[in-house]
């Protein structure tokens, strides 16, 4: 994904900035049709004329817009005014941080009213996108709400599953690696359920992905304790909960992927990690129980007849704990 050299690349100290107008930023947050923009008017106060010109000092305070930035920006004036957006772009933290707290204000009644729901998707995870890659956890954070916002948010026209937008495993690759930083890790946990839960994600697509290489920002993190433990949790709950998302025909025994999942827990048996080995084996039970022994059996016949040996149980898991015994041979 093109998005691990650009995480990492350092911001164009280049700063030129956009000119706003009619055709890209609106400053005076007129309404369009066609997608459905930011239309809330503003409180002026007592004072209509100072308000007014508060506002326009504030805006001078505010950076010009870097010109690598420049094409976010200018999908964003479709829906935001020229102040939302110059926060969400500026060079201090805290007025990005403000800028989506402001953004996120905006984001159901967009939805909402928007005639081309598709597009405002597009857009959306554009900037929810910027703000998961920013280097400030209060930015991350901040972004994250904001696609929660969109998730708990009705909508109804042309929208599409996420997994069909462009820039989604962008988003939950961003999403996944916040699992690991202590910060952020309950709510990057508690967006992550949010998707789950959601109409709009296609589960199947999603756990399939949860677990593929590509869902990880660097090839080490495949292994790591840090990255794997929090998924594992997750996709334990996913798992004791296979019942009720089956009654909602979100995901079935016969279409749940296990394959990606069944080799990130062989990688997860050989590490250091007592925690994370333990959890591997709860794991391999609750894939049996629900699952069967059949649909798992090439999987539990590439695992190490020692490892077998420390989950294997005559009742629990009689067919694993059979295929133990015969391969462990007479005693």
Not at 34 to 44: E, L, V, Y
Not at 79 to 94: N, Y
Not at 123 to 136: A, C, P, R, S
Not at 164 to 181: Q, R
């Amino acid at each position: 994904i093109a998005l691990r050299s650009a995480h990492k690349r350092k911001p164009d100290e280049e700063t030129k900035s956009i000119r706003f107008n009619d055709d890209n930023i609106s400053t005076t947050n007129k309404l369009n049709q066609s997608i459905g923009r930011q239309t809330d008017k503003p409180d002026f106060g007592d004072d209509p004329e100072q308000f007014l010109k508060e506002q326009e000092e504030n805006l001078k305070e505010l950076d010009d817009i870097p010109s690598n930035k420049r094409a976010v920006a200018e999908s964003l004036g479709q829906i935001f005014d020229e102040e939302i957006i110059k926060h969400m772009f500026s060079s201090k933290w805290q007025h990005r941080e403000k800028g989506y707290e402001m953004a996120n204000g905006y984001t159901i009644s967009i939805l909402q009213k928007a005639d081309d729901v598709a597009t405002v998707q597009k857009i959306l995870y554009g900037v929810i996108q910027e703000g998961l890659m920013d280097k400030i956890v209060q930015v991350n954070l901040k972004a994250m709400k904001m696609c929660e916002t969109y998730l708990s948010t009705e909508i109804s026209g042309n929208s599409k599953p996420l997994n069909e937008i462009t820039d989604f495993e962008n988003i939950i690759v961003l999403v996944f690696d916040k699992l690991a930083v202590s910060k952020m890790a309950k709510s990057a946990e508690s967006l992550i359920m949010k998707m789950i839960e959601s109409s709009l994600v296609n589960l199947e697509s999603f756990v399939d992905f949860m677990f593929k290489p590509t869902s990880f920002l660097e090839e080490k993190c495949k292994k790591s304790y840090v990255h794997l433990l929090p998924r594992f949790r997750i996709i334990k709950t996913v798992i004791s909960n296979l019942r009720m998302l089956e009654s909602s025909k979100r995901i079935t025994k016969q279409n749940f992927p296990l394959k990606h999942l069944e080799d990130r827990i062989i990688d997860a048996v050989g590490t250091n990690s007592k925690e994370l080995r333990n959890l591997s084996k709860q794991l391999i039970v609750d894939m049996y129980t629900n699952f069967g022994y059949k649909n798992i059996e090439e999987f539990i016949q590439r695992l190490d007849i020692k490892f077998i040996a420390q989950f294997a149980d005559a009742n629990k898991t009689p067919e694993i704990y059979e295929y133990l015994k015969l391969a462990e041979g007479p005693t």
